[in-house]
């Protein structure tokens, strides 16, 4: 089985910076797509940013220029860099994958457990 998991959330105060990371794990798989997701209490989880194995990306309009996602294919991890922190960041931010087992011919999405961030002074 594959496993996504999150890490790198904390508190941190307005205008500061983190870096988080979700790294999959397990045998006999492919990426393809990743993304971060955020669900903040009582509110819809909405998209963030999402990159494709090539590299090309697209970002929420409220992180644009604030936030950068990236990965690592030979690690097999995806990076989110967050920048000038807002109260309203504040979310439990999720890793979401496209991820074909090497016994499947069609990728399936995998959700990581999720990770904190709280930006508050």
């Known amino acids: 089985q594959v496993r996504l998991v999150e890490s790198g959330g904390g508190l941190v105060q307005p205008g500061g910076s983190l870096r988080l990371s979700c790294a999959a794990s397990?045998?006999?798989?492919?990426?393809?797509?990743m993304a971060w997701y955020r669900q903040a209490p009582g509110k819809e989880r909405e998209l963030v940013a999402g990159?494709?194995?090539?590299?090309?990306?697209n970002y929420a309009d409220s992180v644009k220029g604030r936030f950068t996602i990236s990965r690592d294919n030979a690690k097999n991890t995806l990076y989110l860099q967050m920048n000038s922190l807002k109260p309203e960041d504040t979310s439990v931010y999720s890793c979401?994958?496209?991820?074909?087992?090497?016994?499947?011919?069609?990728?399936?999405?995998?959700w990581g457990q999720g990770t904190l961030v709280t930006v508050s002074s």
């Open positions: 979401n994958a496209a991820i074909r087992d090497w016994g499947s011919s069609r990728y399936l999405e995998v």
């Open positions: 397990g045998s006999r798989f492919s990426i393809g797509t």
């Open positions: 990159i494709i194995s090539g590299g090309s990306t």
